[in-house]
Structure formats: C-alpha cells, structure tokens
C-alpha cells in the first residue's frame, strides 16, 4: 500500500535540447511513514512531486498508489482530477488557502467537491481542526491566521478526504524553526494516526533529522538513505528534537 | 456545495460595490438615452393627442405641419366643413422662434390656434384658456415661463394666462398658443423699415400702380402686409365616420394632403425623429460595448489576481465547470448590482433633462436582458484564462 515508483522517467522535449529530469527514480514509501526529499535546486524534486501529484504526466516508469496501478507507461486512471481530490492530499510551501473562505470551509471545500453534505464535511473539518489544535479559528478567514496556524489549516485540508498519500512542499519553509518542527511532528503523528503515506520535500536542514528515512535526489536520480534521523514520534511536544 | 462566487463577493464587497456603482452610471446612461429617445416618441404621441384632431389638412405633396413648411389658405377650412364626415375644421400655425421674457430668450414653438376648436391645448395645469381675441397666451410649463408673465412675440407683448404640460416641438421646444390671428401676423408681419420699402417698390411698379385702376396699389399693398395662409387645418371626423374614408375624400376634393393620426404619427416617429433615433441607437450601442469592456476588464483583473488560488483549486479537484461557474456568477452579480444602481440614477436624474426622459418597465426588463448578457459574454475572457491555469502552477516556488 502507501506509493511505489519505479523506474520512473520524465523528459521535458526532445532531440538535442531535451531536458531528463527524472531518470529512472524508484522509492516506496509505506502507510503512516513520512519520508524526506531532499535535493538541490533543479534537481528535480518538483518535478517528480508534480509527477507524484498527477499533473504531470510521466515519460515511463510505474506509480501504484494505495495497491492500485495508477501509471504505467501511461495513466491507468480515467478521471485524474477525481484522483487528485480524493487520494492525494497537497500541503503547499506557501499555505494557499482560499482567501475568501473560513478556515473551516478552507478544510470543508473538498469533502464538498466529493459530493458530502455541507454539514458532513463541516463536520470533518472541524474534527481535523480540533486534531491540529486550531479549532479555536475556525471561523478566522485566512487573512486573519498566523503563518503557523494557516499552515495548520493547510495539513487539514490535505487530510480532508483522507487520502493514503500526503505531498508536502516545502512545508515550513515559511516557517521559524520552532514552527517548522512542530508541523513536522503533526505530520508524523498524522501519518501515523491516519495510515497515511506522506512524502515531504524539502530544503530545510533543521527538520532533515526528524525523517526515518530520506531520499536524497541529484541530476534526477534517487538514493535512499536509512536512518538519517531520529524518528518523527520522537519530536518533543514543544516541537524540538528529542 | 458552498457558493464560492458569494463567498469571494462577500470578502471583497466594497471592491464590487464600487466597480458596480461605476457600471451603475454607465448603465444609467445607457438607460437615460433610451429614455430620450422613448420621451422623444412619447412627445409626438401625447402632442398628437393633446391637438383633438383626427385629420391634418396641409398643402399638397407636403408632410407638413410638423415635418415641412405647409401652407394652406385660410379660408380652405369652411370648404372642409361641407364634405360629409367632417365635424369640426380649425387652422393652425406653427412657427419656432424666440419668445422674449424680460431679458431673457426661450426658443418656442409659437402655435396660433382658434379657442374652442382643434388645436387647442386640452390640458391646463394653471390659469385659464385663452378667452380674449388678442394678446394672450398658454404656454409649456417647460417654457419656464409662470402664468402672470409678459412675454414679447414679434412686437407685441402677450399676457400668460395659462400654463399646460407635454406639448413640445419634435425639437424639444416648448409651445406658447396664441390666437390664430396674432399668430399669422407674427408670422408675416415685416418691420415697418421693410414695409415702407416694399410700398415704395410697389409703388413704383407701373404695372401694379396703373394711372387707370384707382384701388389697384392700396388691395396689392394691403394684400402683402397680411398673411392669409396657415400651416394646416385640424380635422375632427363626426362620429361613425372613418378617418381613412374622410382623408381619402378631402385629397380627392380638396387638393391638399390629408393625413390621419396614424399617419402623422409614422411621420413624426419614423421621419422626424429618425435621425435623432440613429444618433441614439449609435451611443447606446458604443456605451453597451464600453460597459462590456468594463466588465471584461474589471472580472479578467479580479480572476488573474487569483491565479494561484485557482491553480490550488485545480489541483485539490475541483471542476474546471465550478471554476467558470465562480467567475460567471461573479460577472452576472456584478451586473445586477451595475442594473440596480444605472435603474436608480436614470429615475434620479431624468427629470433633470430638460426633454422628457420616458423610463419604460419593458426597456428596463430589456436592458437587464442585455446587461447579463453583455456580463456572459465579458466573463468568457476571464474564465478562458482561469481554465488556462495549469494546476502544476500551485506545486513548486
């Protein structure tokens, strides 16, 4: 279950100007693990999380999401917009929340989009904001949130339909080192609460030792390395390392 | 589903508000200038009407009085009065001019008309009909003028004895009644300057001051100082009798133009005011496109500004169908809020104009068809750049 990818490949033209951005990448990551990606600049860390996202299409390669083949050489899926909003979830660099939507239906808007009711997915949002502890801004629009609490707000959307695979992007990025670790320690014990496969991408050195295992990414290829931190059920409740 | 178009609406209203009241006054012009051309429509109608006639006698291969020079002697009346179908017969004249109050010029459409037969103004708001021979007058309350006033015709003075409303030129000019003979010798009466030359020209004419016929000089010298022409006689058609039946007799007879209301009607609207009409239809047509570049604008601006949000849509799953729905719904919002305020304004400020401004029920109803649709057709800009929007722009810096 979680996500598999092997082999995979993405080509940005062709002839002599064709760019390889990927070139045979392979990682699995299993339910209720969090994974980092790390990677200079242009090494194709984005490009094999749009990938993984399914908006861009892969040259070749194998992705099974959740046990189901969704690309082989081709898409296996029919409808990848159904696909994005019900099993996978984004957290973005930047929170993006809708700037006109609470907080709540910031968080509801999926459930929404899948066809709930308005009361249900309300309800599923809340229940997430009380888990990330930001219940109490339910109602604040996104303008009116701290950069931590919009965050916050971010993972929750990205939880809304419970998806087995979490894409992150830089997710403290914007974020004070004591922030950025306490988002990290939500992802781990989401991950773990929901059985979720989360994969984060990042530049961040400070939160490199939360992961359990990290795959490094250069000139488009994956090397995997076990044990380069302490795991995520580590992270103290203040947010700091243990 | 939550509305996400009212949502964004709500969070940014006073930027909607303000742009829809910007759209509201273009509208309001919009609708003012229909409802010109809708008053200047409505002023031939109600000018028609308030005259009591059924038939307008004027010279032959004319469309006079309203639309070319007519002129008819005035004693072809009691010859109308004999044919059979004619109840009522009165001259008229029509002269637009200045009439002068005081220090001041108001251009007037100057109507002689005989007190108690067509033509006469049916309606008084104030004061009296005119009951004496000479010298007194009803004007258009437009005329500015109050009952009481002096006002100067030529070089007579004439007392306002009454006021009445809606009876204009197809010029716009209001209209001061007169008694018929006042008015023929504004109309012809020269200045003495030029009527002491045209006797002395007479005069010197030997074949009009022959030695041999004693009387000739002064019949030919009073003939030229009085006018005996008007510009049409008004009909009234006795009851039972067709208008179209009388008019067709008294052309046959009489040799002059006979034209019923419904022909009158179709030469003041589709002859008179066509040109007028054009030039109306040409702003509403350049304001309606205006309007539409306005909304295209505004909603293309607002969508670009949420890019990112509608790439973060995209990507989350939301249909692309929700997305236009988002961006039209907020174009056809921003037209409601323009049709309300434009509809508010032009009933504010047409009776301003100083010509009638007729709001009609069915153009607004029209102009609301036309304002969404002018929104439908702006937003496809707006939602052709939001459907361009590449989900991937959300992932990555």
Known sequence: MGIQIEGLSKRYGDGPTAVEALKDVNMSVAPGEVVGLIGPSGSGKTTLLKCLGAVIEPTRGRMTLGGQVIYDGGWKIADLRVLRRDRIGFIFQAPYLIPFLDATDNVALLPMLSGQSNSAARARARELLEALDVAHRAKALPAELSGGEQQRVSIARALANRPPVILADEPTAPLDSERGLAVMRILHQLASQYATAIIVVTHDEKIIPTFKRTYHIRDGRTVEEAGTGRAGASVTASGAPG | ?397
């Open chain 2, 1 to 397: 589903m939550i509305s996400l178009a009212g949502r964004d609406i709500l969070h940014s209203w006073s930027k909607f508000v303000l742009t829809g009241l910007g759209l509201g006054l273009l509208i309001g012009v919009t609708f003012t200038m229909a409802g010109v051309y809708r008053g200047m429509v409505d002023d031939a109608k109600v000018l028609l009407n308030n005259s009591g006639a059924d038939l307008w006698v004027v010279q032959k291969d004319t469309l006079g009085p309203y639309a070319e020079p007519s002129s008819v002697h005035d004693d072809v009346y009691r010859s109308l009065l004999g044919i059979p179908g004619v109840a009522q017969a009165a001259n008229v004249t029509y002269l637009t001019m200045q009439v002068r109050l005081g220090e001041t010029d108001v251009r007037a459409m100057v109507v002689g008309f005989v007190p108690g037969e067509p033509g006469e103004p049916r309606y008084l708001i104030a004061g009296r009909r005119v009951t004496r021979s000479h010298y007194e007058a009803v004007a258009d309350v437009n005329a500015g003028f109050a009952v009481g006033d002096r006002i100067r015709i030529r070089r007579h003075d004439y007392t306002v004895v009454g006021l009445t409303r809606r009876m204009v030129s197809s010029g716009g000019d209001p209209m001061v009644f007169i008694p018929l003979k006042d008015a023929q010798e504004a109309q012809f009466l020269k200045d003495n300057d030029a009527i002491v030359n045209e006797r002395a020209r007479t005069a010197g004419n030997p074949a009009l001051n022959r030695p041999g016929v004693p009387g000739l000089l002064d019949a030919i010298e009073a003939s030229q100082t009085s006018g005996r022409t008007v510009n049409a006689v008004l009909v009234r058609v006795a009851m039972g009798h067709d208008p179209e039946r009388v008019a067709a007799e008294l052309r046959r007879w009489k040799h002059v133009e006979a034209y019923t209301r419904a022909q009158m009607e179709d030469i003041l609207i589709a002859k008179l005011i066509a040109t007028a009409s054009k030039q109306i239809g040409m702003f509403l047509v350049i304001l309606t496109i205006v309007s539409a570049a306005i909304v295209a604008f505004i909603i293309y601006t607002m969508t670009l500004g949420k890019i990112r949000e509608i790439a973060v849509l995209k990507l989350i799953g939301t249909h692309n169908s929700t997305i236009a729905s988002m961006i039209l719904q907020q174009a056809l919002w921003l037209g409601v809020i323009g049709f309300a305020v434009g509809k508010i304004a032009a009933t504010i400020w047409g009776p301003a104009f100083p010509r009638y401004v007729l709001l009609e029920p069915w153009d607004a109803v029209v102009g609301f068809g036309i304002v969404m649709l002018v929104c439908v057709l702006a937003s496809t800009l707006a939602i052709r750049a939001a459907l361009r929007v590449d989900p991937a722009a959300a992932i990555g810096g």
